[in-house]
């Protein structure tokens, strides 16, 4: 152990490519935090990376990129849920490792 306090208890969940609506956490839930995704583009034109909000708002992240954006891509959120769990949508060509508390 290195004797470094952890103030924080940041969880991570990977999501797959192609995936649609995955919960963050086990049910996830309103209040659960998000502090960023680490996004692994390997197709650029199906690299597309959508956050929802629970039920009530979906946000373009990463967009796709055609022709470009091939890489990793380390995405700052710092945010909580408002209108129920976290979710990801993932296009054909990037996978997600998202970084946060998330309800179990």
Request: aromatic share 8%.
């Amino acid at each position: 152990m290195s004797g470094v306090p952890y103030p924080y208890e940041y969880q991570y969940e990977h999501v797959a490519a192609s995936q649609t609506a995955q919960v963050l956490g086990g049910t996830g839930a309103t209040g659960d935090y998000i502090h960023r995704l680490l996004c692994t583009v390997s197709t650029a034109a199906t690299g597309n990376v959508i956050l929802l909000d629970g039920t009530g708002f979906s946000h373009t992240i990463q967009p796709a990129l055609p022709g470009a954006g091939i890489g990793q891509y380390n995405i700052e959120i710092n945010a909580i849920s408002r209108n129920g769990p976290w979710k990801i949508t993932t296009g054909a060509g990037v996978e997600v490792l998202a970084i946060g508390i998330f309800s179990a």
